[in-house]
C-alpha cells in the first residue's frame, strides 16, 4: 500500500520494560511526525523530523522517549523502562514537506499497553 | 504558544439533523486551521484546512467550517449527518514552520 504503515499495531509490555515502534512513511515524504494519543487526551506532539534530522523533539515527555529516522524513511520511536502512564496509541504521520503547509497523512497507530 | 479548544467532548446528533462541531483557537499571527477525523479503529483522515482567502471552506464528506477572526473560531458544520459521520473529529491549528497543535477531540455519535 501507498499510505503510512506503523508497527507493531497493539503491544504489550510489562513495566521496566523497553520497546520500540516503527513508523515506514509514505514514499518520498520529507517530513515525518509521532504523536501520542491519550483518552481524553487528544493528540500530543512527540517529535518531528525533516529528512533524518530533528528540528523539534519539545513534545518528548521525558528523557527515556528517543527517535531517529534513518535513510530519510523509515523512524523508530524508542521508549525505555516503560511506565504505565505510557500507555497510549502513538500515531505517526507524514507530509510532503515540514510545516503546517503540507497534509499529514497518518498511520493507523500502535496501540502500547504497560502493565 | 498556539492551543486549540474543543468544548464539548461528546455531541449526539440525530441522522438527518444538522451538526456544529466547535472550535476555538489562540494564535498570535494569522492560523492555519485543520479539521481532521477519527473513524473507529482508522488513522486520521484530513477533512478540510483553511489558509487564507474565503473564510468557508469546503471539505470531503459533505463538510464545511467557516473561519472568523474576530471569534477566533474554526466551527465544523454539515447540514445533515449520516450515520456513517460518527466518529471522532479533532480540529488543529499550525503556521507555515511550525508543527500542528491538535485540541482534544469531539466525539459525535449519531442516533437514528
Known amino acids: 500500500g501507498a499510505g503510512v504503515s506503523q508497527s507493531p499495531s497493539n503491544k504489550v509490555t510489562e513495566k521496566g520494560k523497553d520497546v520500540e515502534l516503527r513508523c515506514d512513511p509514505i514514499?518520498?515524504?520529507?517530513?515525518l511526525y509521532w504523536y501520542r494519543q491519550s483518552l481524553g487526551q487528544g493528540l500530543e506532539f512527540l517529535i518531528y523530523f525533516q529528512g533524518n534530522s530533528a528540528p523539534d523533539k519539545s513534545g518528548l515527555p521525558s528523557d527515556r522517549f528517543s527517535a531517529e529516522r534513518t535513510g530519510g524513511s523509515v523512524s523508530t520511536l524508542t521508549i525505555q523502562r516503560t511506565q504505565q502512564e505510557d500507555s497510549a496509541v502513538y500515531l505517526c504521520?507524514?507530509?510532503?514537506?515540514?510545516?503546517?503547509?503540507?497534509?499529514?497523512?497518518f498511520g493507523p497507530g500502535t496501540r502500547l499497553t504497560v502493565l | 504558544a498556539q492551543s486549540v479548544t474543543q468544548p464539548d467532548i461528546h455531541i449526539t446528533v440525530s441522522e438527518g439533523a444538522s451538526l456544529e462541531l466547535r472550535c476555538n483557537y489562540s494564535?498570535?499571527?494569522?492560523?492555519?486551521l485543520f479539521w481532521y477525523v477519527q473513524s473507529p479503529g482508522q488513522g486520521l483522515q484530513l477533512l478540510l484546512k483553511y489558509f487564507s482567502g474565503d473564510t468557508l471552506v469546503q471539505g470531503i464528506k459533505g463538510f464545511e467550517a467557516e473561519f472568523k477572526r474576530s471569534q477566533s473560531s474554526f466551527n465544523l458544520r454539515k447540514p445533515s449527518v449520516h450515520w456513517s459521520d460518527a466518529a471522532e473529529y479533532f480540529c488543529?491549528?499550525?503556521?507555515?514552520?511550525?508543527?500542528?497543535?491538535f485540541g482534544k477531540g469531539t466525539m459525535l455519535l449519531v442516533s437514528p
Open positions: 494564535y498570535g499571527a494569522t492560523p492555519y
Open positions: 514514499s518520498g515524504h520529507t517530513a
Open positions: 504521520a507524514s507530509s510532503l514537506g515540514g510545516g503546517s503547509l503540507d497534509e499529514q497523512f
Open positions: 488543529a491549528v499550525g503556521a507555515e514552520y511550525s508543527t500542528l497543535t
